[in-house]
Nanobody, 121 residues
């Protein structure tokens, strides 16, 4: 059974940083692209970052480009989201997810439980 477990969320002041981690189990981690989504109260879930299976290709939503960095450690079966220059509007529940394939052009089909990130002004 494929499972994804996020960690690293919390409360941070505006301008601060957090790093989210997502540990995967039950899959050949090297074969899959991985991503991050977020959902703020009353809003739809937003895809914010994706990284290819090899880690050689990354994609970002305009809302986080230049501030967030996605990375992948295949040996640890973990991918990360480094979040810098955080803003109050980044407050949301953050979810990691697995792509149905090695590149970010496929659908996401496995999701973590989510971790809360709150940015205070």
């Amino acid at each position: 059974q494929v499972q994804l477990q996020e960690s690293g969320g919390g409360l941070v002041q505006a301008g601060g940083s957090l790093r989210l981690s997502c540990l995967a189990s039950g899959l050949a981690f090297d074969d899959y692209a991985m991503g991050w989504f977020r959902q703020a109260p009353g809003q739809e879930r937003e895809g914010i970052a994706c990284i290819s299976a090899s880690g050689g290709s990354t994609h970002y939503a305009d809302s986080v480009k230049g501030r967030f960095t996605i990375s992948k450690d295949n040996a640890k079966k973990t991918h990360y989201l480094q979040m810098d220059s955080l803003r109050p509007e980044d407050t949301a529940v953050y979810y990691c997810a697995r792509v149905l394939g090695g590149y970010c052009d496929k659908e996401f089909n496995v999701w973590g439980q989510g971790t809360q990130v709150t940015v205070s002004s």
